[in-house]
């Protein structure tokens, strides 16, 4: 199969080349990023900070030693000695000062050495420590967000990058500890210089201010190369998970699928590659032009340095002080330059961070919501709403009426795209109504607690998760607060049917499925419905909504599972969507949707006597069981 090229990233993103007003602007997040890194660990944060001082002091300190054992150096040549052996040099005493300088030298090495890796460690731990404690900052956010939310392009961009930057903006914390301990080594050597030949200081800022003006320049590029292509990361993120998972082997064997995957991904990925080797070449360019300017300027001081030692203002001490402190100096002031950009740089990424964080759920319980009754008397009332999807031009839901009394049996039937999910999400307020509302007992679903309200719904969709946890976790997330519950869970498994299938796996309710983890087991469509249902049998809720999962078992298996949920509905409302007649028909009553509106409403019985849709729809598929 050939593969098919992929589509051309078209210009459609809002953010562009950010402006230095904009990159600036973004420096207002460094604040709250220190912050959240204080929280995370005080002492650590201390500790690194601390370590980071004394180190930023030591090459100062080390270069002026260096000073001193070169003066002292030639000092002691100077008087001549005529040494006839170390033994006779060291008993005489001439180097005893030469000596104490070089051991206090290595010292100061291996302090040095061992400050860098205590550094190192501090900052490993509260990498770790702030990672962790962002990825649940992360989760806990997502959680609170709207379905309707995660249904949206654009915030799963947002999501994308804010779930990447969890990750990476540790590097950021080190490299803002690390640019304030560069800025003590910078004043430690500057006041060197200050001493000896001020102007130098002016010369080497001159120079470098170039370089930080292309830097700044090109991270700002990648910045918007990066914050452009992330849909198309995403898709690179997806065909990869899809070519190599095992949830899609099957079908991508079957269907030959691997070349056009392939393909695909190679297409899609070439041209972000050649986007990162544009802005790369065009980088690397102009940076070298530009740093050969702070090397011109560093020439300059240091033949200024050589010429004031020729003429004795300054010894070969201070020569080799001098050059050691300007070469250092330059050093450390253009990566301050250059990393004071890369900061601006990555402070627009915090951006994409927090303004995923500032991103509030539409639906909420009220301030003064109140608890849903128990148990419901009267049932709900939808009182002509209507739904449409952000986006849609059509309605999924328009003018919908109906009631579904308390400890009744619903059916909604209906072809695809009827609309009986998004009912169903809508009572359970997974989605808010645009149109009408839906009561409870005569009052608005919003006045209830909505934490509450869910508690009370059990419900199993159609595309229900597979967890690769144990089977008793899959079934006890269903009520997360009865994880442990063993004599629960195993009452929710007999319920759904899925206990015999849980008995057989070698480890019982202790035994992983899915086959993500080593040792896991893999379970048929079927036996993984009934795990699905078993979850929401767990939450022994007031109202239980099955949408549609039993499509992988047989005829026979489906029955049983209904006429079990007809039996264990006695005492609650229930609702029920299936495409198999046979079952519905079990149902108190039947209610018929099409194009987003509620077409009939009664018995089966009484429905095929109407003649309407649902006889028709009832017959062809009774036609094919003949």
Do not use: C
């Not at 695809?416 to 839906?438: F, H, M, Q, S």
């Amino acid at each position: 199969m050939a593969a098919s090229p992929a589509p051309s990233p078209k210009p459609r993103r809002e953010r562009g080349n950010p402006s230095l007003r904009e990159r600036f602007d973004a420096m207002r997040n460094l604040p709250p990023f220190l912050r959240q890194i204080w929280q995370t660990s005080p002492g650590l944060t201390l500790t690194s900070l601390g370590l980071r001082l004394l180190r930023a002091l030591l090459p100062v300190v080390m270069l002026y030693i260096g000073k001193l054992i070169i003066d002292e150096a030639i000092r002691v040549v100077g008087l001549d000695l005529q040494f006839e052996g170390l033994g006779q040099a060291l008993r005489g005493g001439e180097l005893d000062h030469l000596l104490w300088l070089l051991g206090l030298e290595l010292a100061l090495a291996v302090a040095s050495d061992l400050l860098g890796r205590l550094v190192s460690y501090a900052d490993g731990l509260l990498s770790e420590l702030f990672t962790n404690a962002s990825s649940v900052r992360l989760m806990e956010h997502a959680a609170t967000l709207d379905l309707e939310d995660f249904e949206d392009p654009d915030l799963q961009d947002k999501l994308d990058r804010a779930r990447r930057l969890t990750m990476s903006r540790m590097n950021l914390m080190s490299q803002l500890f690390g640019q304030a301990q560069d800025a003590v080594t910078v004043v430690a050597f500057a006041a060197g210089l200050l001493v000896y030949a001020p102007w130098l200081i002016l010369l080497l800022a001159v120079a470098l201010v170039p370089a930080f003006i292309g830097e700044a320049h090109f991270n700002a590029l990648g910045y918007s190369l990066n914050y452009q292509w992330t849909p198309e990361r995403r898709q690179l993120e997806y065909l990869r998970q899809t070519g190599a998972s095992v949830e899609t082997a099957k079908e991508v064997k079957i269907f030959n699928l691997h070349r056009f995957l392939v393909g695909r991904y190679r297409a899609l990925a070439e041209k972000f590659y050649l986007a990162n080797r544009a802005l790369a070449r065009r980088r690397a360019f102009w940076g070298a032009l530009l740093a050969a300017l702070g090397t011109l300027g560093y020439y300059v001081a240091y033949a200024y340095i050589a010429w004031r030692t020729v003429t004795g203002d300054f010894s070969i001490g201070d020569l080799t002080f001098l050059a050691g402190s300007f070469r250092r100096l330059r050093q450390l002031l253009e990566g301050l330059l250059v990393g004071f950009s890369q900061v601006a740089g990555q402070a627009l990424y915090l951006d994409d961070l927090y303004s995923f964080f500032e991103i509030e759920p539409e639906i909420a319980s009220r301030p003064d919501a109140i608890p849903v009754p128990r148990p419901i008397e009267r049932g709900f009332v939808f009182d002509n709403v209507g739904f449409r999807y952000p986006g849609a031009d059509g309605w999924a839901l328009r003018g919908v009426g109906f009631e579904l009394h308390a400890g009744e049996v619903l059916a909604l039937v209906g072809e695809n795209g009827a609309g009986k999910t998004t009912l169903v999400k809508l009572l359970a307020r997974l989605y808010e109504p645009d149109e009408g509302r839906i009561l409870l007992d005569g009052r608005d679903l919003r006045d209830y607690d909505l934490d509450d309200l869910r508690a009370n719904i059990g419900v199993i969709f159609q595309d229900f998760v597979r967890y690769h946890l144990t089977a008793g976790e899959n079934i006890g997330v269903g009520r997360i607060e009865a994880l442990d519950d063993g004599a629960r869970i195993r009452d929710a498994a007999r319920q759904a049917m899925a206990d015999a299938t849980i008995q057989a796996l070698p480890l019982g309710y202790d035994q992983v499925i899915g086959r993500r983890f080593k040792n896991g087991i893999d379970l048929s469509g079927g036996q993984w419905q009934k795990i699905a249902i078993a979850r929401a049998y767990m939450r022994d809720a007031q109202v239980m909504i099955l949408d549609e999962p039993t499509a992988a078992l047989d005829a026979r298996s489906e029955f049983e599972v209904f006429q079990r949920f007809k039996e264990l509905s006695q005492r609650r409302t229930a609702v029920l969507i299936s495409h198999r007649f046979s079952s519905v028909r079990m149902a108190d009553r039947i209610l018929v949707l099409a194009g987003g509106r509620v077409e009939a409403s009664g018995t089966h019985d009484q429905l095929m006597a109407q003649g309407g849709r649902y006889a028709e729809l009832f017959e062809l598929q009774a036609a094919g069981y003949r």
